[in-house]
């Protein structure tokens, strides 16, 4: 099989395992909406999960995967698979104790930690202690998650993608779980939401395990004895730690905008959060998805010297993520409001909740293809051992990340906050591709990419248009209840499915058959892997 249609096979494999776990996760979203709303309660939780989940995105699918995925397929191809699993093996005995004393010390450091990402809480002492307390529950998630985070590097390169992507299940399925319980034993909020943060640490554990069996089968055996250090690990160490910035922009303005959201009104970090939520599902689903197929392709090309297949294997990538997220974009900014109302409008998630949310999601939006572009960019630099660039490139995102936040909280609020977000992240992204042109790392066929964009953007514009005139139709003064937000959902998703998949079909967008193919495989093999 070409390289291309590895990533193609790959990409669906993840895409259909990240879709699963997106319908789970909103499951949860709008069962934690249902019982929290967008009050104090829900602030304190999402602010202690943020941190764990951060560390989540910033080490685990950033730093990790990049560093290690490279390095053990080169020493895969030049050693054998009994030295690269020598190697594995030592990188998690030596990941294990690494992560098990910063576990330690994030619990015990909680309330410096709490007073550095959330300063407004400290004029409520109650949140102030609450978030504190969750957030001494939740740290240790971080251990299973970077752990899960180096099985999925080890089993990628392998060709093996779908535990690892049907991983974040569990976490789901064991929150939900926590909520239920906790609704079904108490009316206690506080102790609800204490539940809850035990949820999630028992994800984390079952997690890890769904990694073990397909280790396993592999001939990998977890934690068997051996050394803490290989040579190759070095190498590792000295990407991993230029990773943590090149890799994770995003997280970092994230995590920048929920501690200057609880300067704001109550409710505002909920707000930011859920909208987050919305824009992770694409984001997970194609781009995370292509992003995580074209690194172990990229690698191996570059193991082999194939300078001319990386170009094309990233052509590809960045090509198929625009096809997909363009009209993504288009999508939420349209049907922002249905969509916020059908999943979360509802219990103690108001109206008014549901109005903060979607102007949030609208400006999150509108950075969404840049986002995207990065989590394919960034691994061609490190697949070229730059690491000094994306680092470079990652500090001007994340100052003008702080400087538009500061300007654009006063007179746009929760809102500034996430247009800030999104103009950093373009701004990441456009600087990224500029170095990579002006330095000529790769021979790009550039005609080839902007007549793809131009097809799939005209594509999406037309579709927003057709949706935004049925919404128009359908709901001409707005306030959507429950069922006018499912019918107008419902209507704007096939409606865009079917008006830009047919564009793209007039215009010939070469992309479209890279999605028909990911169908037919889905089809003719069931959906399983080999």
């Not at 690269?84 to 010390?105: E, K, N, T, W, Y």
Request: glycine content about 10%; proline content about 4%; overall charge positive.
């Amino acid at each position: 099989m070409s390289e291309k249609g590895n990533v193609t096979r790959a990409a669906g494999i993840v895409g259909s395992a990240t879709l699963l776990s997106r319908i789970f996760g909103y499951v949860r979203d709008m069962v934690t909406a249902y019982y929290f709303g967008a009050g104090p309660l829900a602030d304190a939780f999402i602010a202690a999960f943020r941190i764990p989940n951060m560390l989540r995105r910033l080490f685990a699918e950033g730093s990790l995967s990049i560093s290690f995925v490279p390095v053990f397929t080169e020493t895969l191809g030049r050693d054998g698979q009994a030295e690269a699993f020598r190697m594995a093996g030592a990188a998690l005995r030596l990941l294990s104790l690494i992560l098990a004393l910063v576990a330690v010390a994030g619990v015990l450091a909680s309330p410096g930690i709490v007073s550095a990402i959330a300063t407004g809480f400290k004029g409520d002492p109650w949140q102030y202690e609450l978030t504190v307390h969750l957030t001494r529950i939740m740290f240790p998630y971080v251990f299973f998650i970077c752990l899960v985070a180096l099985c999925m590097g080890i089993l990628n390169v392998l060709g093996h993608f779908a535990a690892p992507a049907l991983a974040p299940v569990a976490l789901n399925i064991a929150m939900i779980a926590s909520l239920v319980v906790g609704g079904m034993i108490t009316s206690d909020g506080t102790i609800r939401v204490t539940i809850l943060a035990w949820g999630v640490l028992l994800g984390g554990v079952l997690q890890l395990g769904m990694q073990i069996p397909a280790l396993w089968r592999r001939g990998f055996y977890f934690f068997k004895p051996g050394p803490l250090w290989h040579p190759a690990l070095a190498t590792v160490g000295r990407l991993m730690l230029p990773a943590v910035f090149g890799a994770a922009v995003y997280q970092v303005n994230m995590f920048i905008g929920t501690m200057l959201a609880s300067l704001l009104d109550t409710g505002s970090i909920t707000g930011l959060y859920y909208a987050d939520r919305l824009v992770q599902f694409p984001l997970g689903i194609f781009a995370i998805s292509i992003g995580t197929a074209v690194l172990p392709s990229l690698s191996r090309q570059m193991a082999a010297g194939d300078l001319d297949g990386v170009a094309e294997t990233f052509s590809f990538g960045l090509r198929f993520t625009l096809f997909i997220t363009l009209p993504a974009m288009v999508g939420l900014v349209v049907l922002r409001e249905p969509l916020v109302a059908l999943l979360f409008g509802r219990g103690a998630f108001d109206s008014a909740a549901v109005s903060l949310t979607a102007d949030a999601l609208l400006f999150y939006a509108v950075g969404l293809w840049a986002i995207s572009c990065v989590r394919v960019t960034v691994p061609l630099y490190y697949a070229f051992k730059d690491t000094r660039t994306p680092v470079q490139v990652a500090v001007v995102a994340i100052l003008l990340n702080v400087v538009l936040s500061f300007l654009l909280m006063g007179p746009m609020a929760h809102r500034g906050l996430a247009l800030a977000v999104s103009l950093s992240s373009i701004a990441n992204f456009l600087l990224l591709l500029f170095l990579l042109v002006k330095r000529g790392m790769v021979h790009l066929n550039y005609k080839l990419i902007f007549v793809s964009v131009g097809k799939s953007g005209a594509a999406s514009l037309v579709m927003g248009g057709i949706v935004w005139q049925g919404l128009v139709f359908l709901m001409p003064d707005g306030g959507y209840t429950f069922m006018t937000a499912a019918i107008s959902t419902a209507f704007g998703v096939m409606a865009g499915v079917v008006s830009y998949g047919g564009v793209a079909w007039m215009v010939k967008s070469p992309e479209l058959s890279a999605v028909q193919r990911i169908v037919n495989r889905r089809r003719g093999h069931g959906g399983r892997e080999s």
